[in-house]
């Protein structure tokens, strides 16, 4: 069943398009100037822009890590992630590799220094150098270690083995890891239940540009996003320990987001 205007989506788009092509080359001379502080907020304030574009009003739980570099590990639901966290934290994402072949985004991607990585065992080790090579200089980043996107009702179980980069130490400290969840849980403020997720959750067969139409036609949109207190690989004992803890309470987030109990859940920030 369609819903939404279509008008409004028409608008959404050419207003996106624009705002793309007058600022992405603004980031790039940056970046071929070497001019930090631009490489690390612009994208912060471009992201922003564009949920404020696609009408995605950010509800923030908890505290980002002021920590750098950080391992932000987070579910992922749809390429509307890449939106809302992108103007939360500032870093670059990791992505599996196919993003890398889709038009228009990939550049977009490139742009933002995402790392591509390998889902075959015999790719994962250079994939998870570079992630080490990237924390090691500073960048903080954000993994999805579910290794693809999930219906927004539930949190698949997170891969241990993306949690190597853990392990790396920058001095005598191990990396600070921060568990994050994403929720997208109301449509012009009426909750939304298990039936209407799918319009926000980009996950299985589903094609891309006709989902992404149908989304940008839609209403004012509310994303929760939750921060758990950091954690690291010491306290947890190894990789595989700590992509359960992270797992577990990503999805405790997740649960009592859909489920509006937002007393479950740390402290509201104010809102992006």
């Known amino acids: 069943m369609w819903i939404g205007s279509p008008l409004r989506g028409a608008f959404r788009l050419v207003t996106y398009l624009l705002v793309t092509l007058i600022?992405?080359?603004i980031y790039l001379l940056a970046l071929a100037l070497r001019i930090r502080p631009i490489i690390r907020w612009m994208p912060v304030g471009y992201h922003r822009l564009v949920c404020t574009i696609l009408g995605i009003k950010v509800r923030i739980h908890g505290r980002r890590s002021d920590v750098v570099p950080t391992l932000f590990v987070c579910?992922?639901?749809?390429y509307l992630d890449i939106e809302v966290l992108g103007g939360l934290i500032p870093g670059s994402f990791v992505a599996k590799a196919e993003v890398a072949t889709w038009p228009f985004f990939s550049t977009l991607a490139k742009a933002q220094r995402t790392i591509f990585i390998e889902r075959r065992s015999g790719k994962t080790s250079?994939?998870?150098?570079?992630?080490?090579?990237r924390l090691n200089t500073g960048d903080n980043l954000m993994?999805?270690?579910?290794?693809?996107?999930?219906d927004g009702t539930r949190v698949l179980p997170f891969r241990s083995a993306l949690f190597g980069v853990a392990q790396l130490r920058r001095?005598?400290?191990p990396i600070n890891v921060q568990p994050v969840a994403i929720a997208y849980t109301r449509l012009d403020g009426i909750p939304l239940g298990r039936y209407w997720r799918p319009l926000f959750a980009w996950f299985g067969d589903l094609?891309?540009?006709?989902?992404?139409?149908?989304?940008?036609?839609?209403?004012?949109?509310?994303?929760?996003?939750?921060?758990?207190p950091s954690v690291d690989i010491d306290q947890l004992g190894d990789r595989k320990k700590l992509a359960e803890f992270c797992f577990r309470q990503v999805s405790s987030a997740v649960q009592a987001a859909n489920g509006g109990r937002y007393e479950l859940l740390p402290p509201?920030?104010?809102?992006?």
């Open 143 to 150: 993994l999805f270690p579910e290794g693809t996107s999930s």
């Open 171 to 173: 001095g005598d400290k």
């Open 126 to 133: 250079s994939s998870r150098d570079e992630m080490m090579s």
């Open 75 to 78: 579910n992922h639901v749809s």
């Open 207 to 228: 094609d891309l540009v006709p989902h992404l139409w149908q989304m940008v036609c839609l209403g004012e949109t509310e994303a929760v996003v939750t921060f758990f």
């Open 23 to 25: 600022l992405v080359p």
């Open 268 to 272: 509201p920030a104010k809102a992006a």
